[in-house]
Structure formats: structure tokens, C-alpha cells
């Protein structure tokens, strides 16, 4: 039996006609990394509010260690919260700040300052324990408010796109300090965000949300190379979509009637049956080009574009009726535009899903 | 360039008629003559002297401290405590209660005077320090509401869902977090409310008795029959008074703003 | 609604009834003792329960009979409330003049035992049914008679609304001055505080601060100090008087105060902020790029005033004269110091009826027309700066 922490019963949220989240079903495993991945708008913060007890879920049922605390105040939910804007509070030195939450629970001087210096450390912030939050730089303002947030030692800690306020290089920093000290204190940690490269990273799991439903559930490789759906093929990472219909099985493989023509060896999926349309998935990196035809899955096209950006190579194609996207390697021979070549890929780089 | 010097001309007048008023009563504060006119033949502290020791301006003076104190403790407990209630919405209460604490600003003070006037006669409250601090705290309500809820709606709601997610109950959240970032707001409100009873004449004039005649109202009984300098040493009071609130509210913020 | 909410505005509710209460009970109650005063009438019909009865069935053109002039003696045995008796006297005697007397002598009378059973015994006047009359008509409980009074209206003997004869009341001119005075403080205060706005918005840096500073230190300057500086400017002996006869522009000192033209200068001068403020506010919303656009695409910068400023700050305007003649109307400090009599507004009379006579019926009257007034004013302001909640800017 798996241990779950938390769990998310049928949470329904409306403000007004609008349902936020609908009907949301989701266990969320003692000590993972689960990101909540969505575009703006799809109730990813929401979620969080109700978890944290900003919020009361319309319908539903939340469970911690087994025991609903829908009536429980946030006061009294001990979960760490890290907000956008951090949320410090200006009329306090970052030592405050961080000792805030063990003043509330009554903890003696002494340990406070012991507790707080080695927060303080832990985010390399030590030597700024007297500034106060509005002297500090943005990504000093963001460790204060995450040693705020652990200091208590929550089981339980909440981002809300933590990292969104800071410059990239700044950013992956912090998400790997992160991750590191997820590990090491064991923590679980959801963890909102709308960038996916960021719950890519950091994840060891990753719900992908659209309008309040949970598109897809599961690790990130899983997400990435088996999407569940269309929403989620398109949000995380770029992909070529080729629409057409099952046309029979050979040899382990599904066949792929295009509707722009010509047919396609697919990595087969049993629940699929023939006549089923359906969509054929390929990540740009999966595709490769050659002048010659190739022996299954060739696509003639045309190079419309190709376009170096430092790492890779990316090549723009024009195929029958529709438009393809490849990424090459960025030492890879370049092609000039309007130069008719071929695009293939293995059977088994194909995902197809339904449309 | 015409328009310019007309704007110009205009500017340093309209500057003059403001100001004059304020400038020329000060040094009739220091003369050492019988009459508040101009040219002073000397300059002299009698005038302050007689504030201090004659009965009548000294007692105003107390009162005016007494009622003064009493009407900002009082304004300024029942201003906070409805500023941080008003800022969740109560169906069909929020509303009209907004528009019932602003009123007391819009009354005219005779109206609200003959109004009270009854009232007190009913209650027992005529003539007494607590019917004349409840009344000037009737007045001050307005301001230090407004100043408070202006506070409080520029603070960041987050800090207080932070507070509570650290651990802060209701009561913690609005000792160290609410409180503390409102205080800006609180201390204007406090010093209006002050400034309000300082200068409130025409309620005294309906309630009060003698044994509450403050500051203000004993100016107004000396300027309408006998006109001293006294008026303008108790002005010089006044002004001075004014000017220390103001840097203590300035002060406040200040600190404050540091901190932010 | 879940428990928490239902918590939390519980909570709500309770931060606020505190002063809920307290306003309810020292601001709301006092306007409706008001209201109530100005209509009620039971200063005889609370004396006379007997004589109500008695006098019931009188045709009111009979000689007063045996019954109610016992029940009269009775009543008037019965009260003891001094205060009580000489409001019903001095209600009675509004009525019908003569009362005063023939009560004193009255009362006199029926304070000895044997007075009685008839009236007419003690004061030939009680056989008259006028004085009868008077009692009768004081009985209805409810009267529109102050108010009337307070715009200088009466019922005739007929019933119907009349005004009252010339010279009896002077409340009607007293309010027509009233408005009269605040719609020149009014005109003066625009006439100064509009350029005044105008330039302060235009102006930057330093010129702005002063321009600024000089409207705000007055605001927060007492009104007496404020009051009593324009006394010792304008007084005979004042410093304007003596600054024009130095300069040889006058002989002979102009009298500046204790008339209409002191009163003008001192409001304008107390009110004046209250149109800067929010003209200046209004002002600065308008994108400071408007006028030259205007100018640069040709247009005078008369009508470039005319047809983009205008228009665009008028709403301050609006909202700052409606400010200022609102509180205008209101003034007592002001006049009451630098005015003569016939610059009294009507804060004045109400002052006076409340606390020289202790007429309060004819005082609360005033009060709720001064009133009515006031809040219509304020709710046009209201609608026009839209500033419905205290959570608005101040
Ligand atoms: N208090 C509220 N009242 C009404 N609607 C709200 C409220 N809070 C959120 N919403 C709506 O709920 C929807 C989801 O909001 P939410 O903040 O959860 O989105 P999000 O996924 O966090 O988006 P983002 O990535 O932009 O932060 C939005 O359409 C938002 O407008
Ligand atoms: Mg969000």
C-alpha cells in the first residue's frame, strides 16, 4: 500500500458559474516532488489555497495522514508556504522573519536562535540576518522566504511559482538548491509553475492541468515521451502532430493511414483498433532528415526554414498538407530553404494518442 | 510671457491670502500690549504668562488635553476595530454601514448639537467630560476610519495568509503583522482625531458647561467681548502643537517607510 | 457557507459592532430624537389626560361646560413637573395670547383646596371658548406646526397652509441668506481655487511644493486661530485698513468686519482648500501631454483650454463647489465672529432656539430643514466623485 500524504477527494471550486477546479481526484506521495504544470488561469493556485486553508474547497474532501482537514485552519495545517511575491514582511529583519513561525509555536529564545541561524545558513544567507526584506535582492528575498518556510520543519511545503520573479541563470540555481534540499530533508513539496522545463527538472512527479482537470499524471519522462493527450503533447515541449486513422497491425506495429497520404509505422497500442483516428506524436529532436527516401515512415518535404540557435539546429519543413518541425544537431550539415529532402523517424519514436 | 507673469502675479497672491492669516497672528503672541493690533510696542511673555496662570485659560488648557486624550483613545479603539471588520464583506451590513460612519463628517455640528443636546438631557450627560468626548469622538470617527482603511487596503493581503500558514492564529496575525503594518494609518488617524477635539467648538457650545469649557471654546467666548492677545498666544499654542503632530505623524511614517 | 467563512465574518461583525452601536446610539438616535421633536406635540396632551377625555364631546362653540373645567382643576392639581407645566403654559400661550397670565393666576388657585368646581370662578377669560380652543387643538399628538414655522409657514384657522404674517418670522430670509452667502464663498472660492489648481498642476519641483504646503496648512491650521488672524486683519485698527491709509489709498478705514464682506473674505479663506484639493486631484489624472497636443494641432490655446481642460476637470470643480457650499451652508464659527447681525446664517437661529430658549421643537425643525438640505447636497457629491466607501481614497 502506498503511503499518501495527502489526498485530494473530489475538490470542486466555483467562484460564482466559473469552476475553478472540478472534481479533482489526487494522492500526493509522502516525501515526492509533484509539480502542478498548467497555463495561466487552469486553477494550479487555487488548488494550492485550498491546501494551504486559504481557501475553502466548494465540494470535496482534502486528507493529510488520513484525516480530512477541511475544517482545519491554516494556522493549524503546519505546512510551509512559499508565494510568488514571497510575501516577507517588511517590518521585519530577515532573522525575524525567519523566526516568526517558531515564535507562534511558542519555541524557547535559545533554540529559536539556534533554529534560525542554521535556516540561515542552509540558504546561505547568514551574514544578512539583520537587513530587512526591502535591502535584499530578489533571489536573497526568495532563500529568506524558503528558510521561512522550513525552518518550522512543515512535512508539507507549498510554492506558488516561487522562482517566477527571478532572471533564468538565477533561477536554475535555485532550482536545483531546491531540489537538493528536497532530498536531503525529505520534504514533500507541490510545487506550482507554468514553465515546464521547470517541472521537467525538478519533478518526480508532474500533474498537467487544463480548466481545472488534470490532463495527465505522472513522471516526467512519462509525461514527455507519453503524453496522454493532445493538451499535453503540445504544452510540454514542442511535437509534430500527424492526424489520420489506424489502418492495420504488422509485426508488433500499428499502420498509420495519413490523411495527407501515405502511411506510417507506429510503435503499436493495443486499446487502438483499426479504423480508430488518431493522432501520431513525434518530437522534433526524434525526426530525422536525408535526401534519400527512406524505408518506412518518409515524409517528403520541402525546407522552408532552418534556423541556428547556438545548441541545435532547428529546420522548418513543408510536407503534404502540413507543416513538420526538425531539430538537428547543431554541427549538422545546414539545409537551404526550398531544398526537397525527406523526413523519417523510428517506429518506436512514434507516440499516437487519440485526437 | 504674459500669461506667465499674470500666472506668476496670481500665484504669489493667492499664496499671500493663505498664508498671511497664519503669519500675522504669531508675533501678536509676544506683544506687551493690552490690544491684538499692530505695531507691537514690545515684545513680551505676558501674554503666554496669562494663559498659564489665570484660572479660566489654564483650566480650558487641561480640559482641552483631558477631552482631547479621551476623544482619541476612544476614536481611535472604535475606528480600528470597524476599519479591520469592514474589510470583509457582510451582505446588506458592509454597505450602509460605510455610508452611516462617513456621515458624522457631512452633519452640520449645529444639527448634530441640537440632536445630542436632547439627547443628553435624557441620559444625564449634559455638562460632563464623558458627553463631550463621546460627542467630538462622533465627529472624529470619520477621519480616523478613512485613514485606517486607507492603510489597511494599501497593505498585501498575502501577509497575513503568511502569517497564518507560519503558525499565527487570528489574534497573533493582527498583533505582529496587521497592526504593525496598519500603524501608519492608526497614527494619522489618532493625530486628526485630536486635532478634531482640539479645534471642536460648536458641540461644546450645546453641551458642555463651564466646568468643560476647553481651549477652543474660551477663544471663541474671548474673541466675541474681549479681545486680547491672549487669543494670539493660545493660537501660537495651537500652531505650535500642530506642527509637532505633524512631524510626529511624519516621523511615524518615516520609520515606517524604512522599513518597507 | 463552510464553518470558517461563517468564522470569519463573525469575527467581522464583531470588530465592527462596537462602534456599530456607539454610532447608532450617539449620532443616529440624536438625528431621530431630532426628527421626533420637531413633530411631536404632547406638551398639553401629556398634563391633561382628563381634560382630553372631558373636552372630547365639546362643539368648540358652547360655553366650556361644568365637567371639563373640574377636569381641568384636576390635571392641573395633578402636575408636578414644573418644567413640564411651563412648556404646556408656553405652548398654550403660542396659541392664544394671555394664557401665560391667566394660567399663573390659575395655578395659584387651584393650588388652594377649595378652588372649584368651576373655573370661571377664578378668571372670567375660562367662560371664552377661544381659551378652550387652544387647549383642544394642543391635543393631537403629532404636529406639523414647527416645521412650517421653520420656513416661515402656518395653518390658518381653516387648516390649510398659509405663510405666516410679514414680520412675525424672518426664518424664510434668514435661509435665503443663508444660501445667498454660501453661493458667493462659493463663487470666490472657485474664482481663486480653479487658476490655483491649475497652476499647482502645471507647476513642478519646488513651486509645486509651496503652491501645495500653502493650501495644506491652513487645512490643518484650528479654525479659530484661522478665524481670529482674519480678526486683527480686518478689524478698523487692522493691518489692512492700516496698509491702505499708509499708502494713501483711503482716508478713512473701511469697515471689513463685522459685516457681509468680512464673513465673504473669512470663508473663502477657511473654504478655499476644500476646492483646490479636489480640482488639483482631478487635474492630475488628465495626461500633462493633452494641452500641447491640442495646441499642436492648431487650436488656440484659449479654446485649447475651452475644449480639452475644461470639460475634463470639470468634474473637480463640480465636486469642490459642492463641497464648499455644502459646508458653507452649515457655518456658525465664522459668521458668528466676524459677521454683524445681518450676517447670521441660519446655524445661528438653530444655535440660538437650542441653547438661549431651549425651544427645541422650533430648534430640531431648523435643524432637520438645514439637514435635508445638507444630505441632498452631499448625495449629488457622492454621485458625482463616486466615492461610496471608506475604502475610497480620502
Ligand atoms: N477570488 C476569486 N474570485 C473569482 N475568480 C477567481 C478568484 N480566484 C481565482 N479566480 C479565477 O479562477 C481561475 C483560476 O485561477 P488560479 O489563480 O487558480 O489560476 P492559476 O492556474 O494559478 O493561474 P496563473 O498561472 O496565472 O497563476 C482564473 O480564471 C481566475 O480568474
Ligand atoms: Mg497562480
Known amino acids: 500500500m502506498v503511503d499518501y500524504h495527502i489526498r485530494l477527494d473530489g475538490v470542486t471550486k466555483t467562484f460564482g458559474a466559473l469552476r475553478v477546479v472540478d472534481n479533482l481526484r489526487l494522492d500526493i506521495v509522502r516525501g515526492e516532488f509533484l509539480s502542478l504544470l498548467g497555463p495561466s488561469g487552469s486553477g494550479k493556485t487555487t488548488i494550492l489555497m485550498m491546501l494551504a486553508g486559504f481557501q475553502d474547497a466548494t465540494e470535496g474532501t482534502i486528507y493529510v495522514d488520513g484525516h480530512m482537514i477541511n475544517d482545519i485552519p491554516s494556522h493549524r495545517r503546519n505546512m510551509g508556504v512559499v508565494f510568488q511575491s514571497y510575501a516577507l514582511f517588511p517590518h521585519m529583519t530577515v532573522a525575524q522573519n525567519v523566526a516568526f513561525p517558531l515564535k507562534m509555536r511558542g519555541v524557547g529564545r535559545a533554540e529559536i536562535d539556534a533554529r534560525v541561524n542554521r535556516a540561515l545558513d542552509m540558504v546561505q544567507l547568514a551574514a544578512l540576518s539583520e537587513r530587512r526584506p526591502a535591502q535584499l535582492s530578489g533571489g536573497q528575498q526568495q532563500r529568506v522566504a524558503l528558510a521561512r518556510a522550513l525552518v518550522f520543519e512543515p512535512g508539507v511545503v507549498l510554492m506558488d511559482e516561487p522562482l517566477g520573479a527571478l532572471d533564468k541563470q538565477l533561477r536554475e540555481q535555485m532550482q536545483l538548491d531546491i531540489r537538493e534540499l528536497h532530498g536531503r530533508l525529505g520534504l514533500t513539496i507541490v510545487f506550482v509553475t507554468h514553465d515546464q522545463s521547470e517541472a521537467l527538472t525538478m519533478s518526480d512527479r508532474i500533474a498537467v492541468f487544463n480548466k481545472g482537470l488534470i490532463e495527465q499524471i505522472d513522471t516526467p519522462r512519462m509525461i514527455y515521451d507519453h503524453p496522454a493527450t493532445r493538451f499535453v503533447a503540445e504544452f510540454i515541449g514542442e511535437t509534430n502532430l500527424m492526424e489520420g486513422e489506424i489502418a492495420g497491425r504488422e509485426g508488433g506495429e500499428a499502420l498509420i493511414r495519413l490523411d495527407s497520404g501515405g502511411m506510417l509505422r507506429v510503435r503499436d497500442r493495443a486499446e487502438f483498433d483499426a479504423g480508430r483516428r488518431v493522432l501520431a506524436t513525434v518530437r522534433p529532436e526524434k525526426v530525422e532528415l536525408s535526401e534519400a527516401p527512406a524505408a518506412i515512415n518518409s515524409i517528403p518535404v520541402a525546407v522552408t526554414d532552418s534556423i541556428y540557435q547556438g545548441d541545435h539546429l532547428r529546420v522548418q519543413l513543408q510536407g503534404p498538407g502540413q507543416r513538420l518541425v526538425a531539430r538537428r544537431d547543431r554541427r549538422a550539415a545546414e539545409w537551404t530553404p526550398g531544398a526537397k529532402i525527406n523526413a523519417t523517424f523510428a517506429p518506436e519514436d512514434c507516440w499516437v494518442i487519440v485526437p | 510671457m504674459a500669461g506667465k507673469l499674470i500666472s506668476a502675479v496670481f500665484g504669489v497672491l493667492a499664496v499671500c491670502f493663505l498664508l498671511l492669516p497664519l503669519v500675522v497672528i504669531l508675533p501678536l503672541a509676544f506683544t506687551s500690549s493690552q490690544f491684538l493690533i499692530y505695531p507691537i510696542p514690545s515684545f513680551s511673555l505676558r501674554w503666554f504668562e496669562e494663559l498659564f496662570t489665570t484660572p479660566v485659560w489654564r483650566d480650558s488648557i487641561v480640559?482641552?488635553?483631558?477631552?482631547?486624550?479621551?476623544t482619541t483613545i476612544l476614536a481611535t479603539v472604535l475606528g480600528v476595530l470597524?476599519?479591520?471588520?469592514?474589510?470583509?464583506?457582510?451582505?446588506?451590513?458592509?454597505?450602509?454601514?460605510?455610508?452611516?460612519?462617513?456621515?458624522?463628517?457631512?452633519?452640520?455640528?449645529?444639527?448634530?448639537?441640537?440632536?445630542?443636546?436632547?439627547?443628553?438631557?435624557?441620559?444625564?450627560?449634559?455638562?460632563?467630560?464623558?458627553?463631550?468626548?463621546?460627542?467630538?469622538?462622533?465627529?472624529?470617527?470619520?477621519?480616523?476610519?478613512?485613514?485606517?482603511?486607507n492603510s489597511l487596503q494599501g497593505m498585501d493581503t498575502r501577509l497575513e495568509l503568511a502569517a497564518a500558514s507560519l503558525g499565527a492564529g487570528p489574534a497573533a496575525t493582527l498583533r505582529h503583522v496587521t497592526l504593525p503594518l496598519a500603524f501608519p494609518g492608526i497614527m494619522t488617524g489618532a493625530v486628526l482625531a485630536f486635532a478634531v477635539s482640539l479645534d471642536e467648538v460648536v458641540l461644546n457650545i450645546f453641551l458642555a458647561g463651564p466646568g468643560q469649557r476647553t481651549l477652543a471654546r474660551q477663544m471663541f467666548a474671548t474673541l466675541r467681548d474681549s479681545i486680547s492677545p491672549a487669543i494670539a498666544a493660545a493660537a501660537f499654542l495651537f500652531i505650535a502643537g500642530t506642527v509637532l503632530l505633524t512631524l510626529l505623524v511624519l516621523l511615524a511614517r518615516r520609520r515606517f517607510s524604512g522599513a518597507r | 457557507m463552510t464553518a470558517r467563512l461563517w468564522n470569519r465574518k463573525t469575527r467581522a461583525a464583531l470588530l465592527i459592532l462596537p462602534l456599530a452601536l456607539f454610532i447608532g446610539i450617539f449620532f443616529v438616535w440624536p438625528l431621530g430624537i431630532m426628527v421626533k421633536q420637531s413633530v411631536l406635540d404632547d406638551a398639553v396632551l401629556h398634563l391633561l389626560p382628563r381634560t382630553t377625555e372631558a373636552i372630547a364631546g365639546w362643539d368648540r362653540t358652547a360655553p366650556p361646560t361644568e365637567a371639563m373645567q373640574a377636569a381641568l382643576i384636576a390635571d392641573l392639581r395633578a402636575a408636578d413637573d414644573e418644567k413640564a407645566v411651563g412648556d404646556m403654559v408656553r405652548r398654550l400661550n403660542s396659541a392664544q395670547s394671555g394664557y401665560r397670565t391667566l394660567m399663573t393666576k390659575t395655578l395659584s388657585a387651584v393650588a388652594k383646596p377649595e378652588t372649584g368646581p368651576l373655573l370661571t370662578d377664578v378668571d372670567k377669560r375660562w367662560a371664552q371658548p377661544a381659551f378652550w380652543i387652544a387647549i383642544a387643538d394642543a391635543l393631537e399628538p403629532m404636529t406639523d406646526r414647527y416645521l412650517l414655522a421653520a420656513v416661515d409657514l402656518e395653518r390658518n384657522k381653516a387648516g390649510e397652509i398659509a405663510g405666516l404674517p410679514d414680520g412675525a418670522s424672518a426664518n424664510r430670509t434668514i435661509f435665503i441668506r443663508t444660501f445667498w452667502i454660501a453661493a458667493v464663498v462659493t463663487f470666490f472660492c472657485v474664482l481663486i481655487g480653479y487658476p490655483y489648481a491649475l497652476l499647482t498642476a502645471a507647476s513642478t519641483g519646488i513651486t509645486r511644493t509651496i503652491l501645495l504646503t500653502a493650501v495644506l496648512l491652513p487645512l490643518w491650521t484650528s479654525l479659530l486661530v484661522r478665524t481670529a488672524a482674519w480678526f486683527i486683519l480686518l478689524q478698523e485698527q487692522g493691518l489692512i485698513n492700516g496698509f491702505l491709509l499708509s499708502m494713501g489709498a483711503i482716508s478713512s478705514p473701511l469697515p471689513l468686519i463685522f459685516n457681509r464682506t468680512g464673513v465673504v473674505i473669512a470663508m473663502t479663506h477657511v473654504l478655499l482648500p476644500l476646492m483646490v484639493l479636489p480640482i488639483y486631484s482631478v487635474l492630475l489624472t488628465i495626461p500633462t501631454n493633452l494641452m500641447p497636443a491640442a495646441t499642436s494641432l492648431g487650436a488656440h490655446p484659449l479654446r485649447a483650454f475651452l475644449h480639452v481642460l475644461l470639460p475634463l476637470s470639470l468634474r473637480g470643480v463640480i465636486s469642490g463647489a459642492l463641497l464648499v457650499f455644502m459646508t458653507a451652508v452649515g457655518y456658525y464659527i465664522t459668521p458668528a465672529l466676524v459677521g454683524g447681525a445681518g450676517d447670521q446664517m441660519i446655524s445661528s437661529v438653530i444655535a440660538f432656539y437650542s441653547t438661549q430658549t431651549a425651544n427645541w421643537s422650533m430648534a430640531s425643525a431648523l435643524g432637520i430643514v438645514l439637514l435635508v438640505i445638507t444630505l441632498i447636497l452631499y448625495v449629488v457629491y457622492v454621485q458625482l466623485s463616486g466615492r461610496t466607501s471608506v475604502n475610497g481614497r480620502m
Open chain 2, 63 to 70: 480640559n482641552s488635553l483631558i477631552i482631547g486624550a479621551g
Open chain 2, 82 to 149: 470597524a476599519a479591520l471588520g469592514l474589510r470583509e464583506k457582510l451582505n446588506f451590513i458592509s454597505a450602509p454601514l460605510n455610508t452611516v460612519f462617513l456621515l458624522p463628517m457631512v452633519v452640520p455640528a449645529v444639527v448634530l448639537g441640537v440632536g445630542m443636546q436632547i439627547l443628553y438631557a435624557k441620559l444625564g450627560l449634559s455638562s460632563s467630560y464623558a458627553g463631550i468626548i463621546i460627542a467630538h469622538t462622533v465627529i472624529a470617527i470619520p477621519l480616523v476610519i478613512v485613514s485606517v482603511a
